[in-house]
């Protein structure tokens, strides 16, 4: 089973929108689509799910095409606090809330 | 509400030796995960567990790891003996019900010479 496919890293200039895409082109129809971060020393974050409609919340907006082969994560107004690695996962509805993390997209948000 | 406490935050010991990690899960949290974040990796899960139960420790070197989860509460992971390697950071995670309420300590920075 094919991780998901994220660039290792990108930039954004602060106050931009952040796009970070993410490829999962072997997701099943149990699977979601989960976004972590981690800030430089600290443990991950949760930022946003989905199964295949777009998400809002808070933090991020989550696009997913409608083939749900790949999603975008949306930062729409990047801070300098928002630079730290960004992680798409699938994860199947029956899969004991285990995470499997691949290497990230590592954003940095520049002045 | 507190976070997920992990002790020490950093420790350096000399391969061969054997090392313990101590980890107190937010209150209520019935899930325990201990993952391994090698540096410029993404985490690795190493143990879960469901109260004092194991689910899955599938990546875990049981040869020279271990982890116990006594009361379903506080949970400890040791090393021994370790290898260099296993220099990374080790973290700690709980949780009350899906992936999205997943919570991670700060982590142990280890260092093996």
């Known amino acids: 089973d094919a991780k998901t496919t994220q660039p290792p890293s990108m930039d954004c200039a602060e106050g931009r929108a952040a796009n970070l895409p993410c490829n999962h082109s072997?997701?099943?129809?149990?699977?979601?689509v989960y976004w972590y971060r981690q800030i430089h020393s600290q443990g991950p974050q949760y930022i946003i799910h989905?199964?295949?409609n777009n998400e809002t919340n808070e933090m991020a907006s989550l696009i997913i095409t409608e083939d749900r082969k790949s999603s975008t994560l949306i930062l729409p107004h990047a801070t300098l606090r928002d630079t730290a690695v960004y992680y798409c996962?699938?994860?199947?509805?029956?899969?004991?809330?285990?995470?499997?993390f691949g290497g990230g997209t590592r954003l940095m948000v520049k002045p | 509400e507190a976070g997920v406490a992990q002790s020490p935050r950093y420790k350096i010991i000399e391969k061969r030796q054997s090392v313990a990690f101590w980890c107190n899960p937010i209150?209520?949290?019935?899930?325990l995960y201990w993952y391994q974040q090698i540096l410029g990796q993404g985490p690795k899960l190493l143990i879960q567990?469901?109260?004092?139960?194991?689910?899955?420790d599938s990546q875990l070197p049981k040869d020279r790891f271990s982890a116990e989860r006594l009361k379903g509460v506080d949970s400890t992971l040791k090393i021994q003996p370790a290898k260099l390697e296993d220099s990374a950071v080790y973290l700690c995670?709980?949780?009350?019900?899906?992936?999205?309420?997943?919570?991670f300590g700060p982590g142990t920075r280890l260092l093996v010479l």
């Open positions: 995670a709980s949780s009350h019900g899906g992936p999205e309420t997943q919570y």
């Open positions: 072997t997701i099943s129809g149990n699977e979601y």
């Open positions: 989905g199964l295949k």
């Open positions: 996962m699938k994860v199947a509805n029956n899969a004991g809330n285990m995470l499997t």
């Open positions: 209150s209520g949290h019935a899930t």
């Open positions: 567990f469901q109260n004092n139960g194991v689910v899955d």
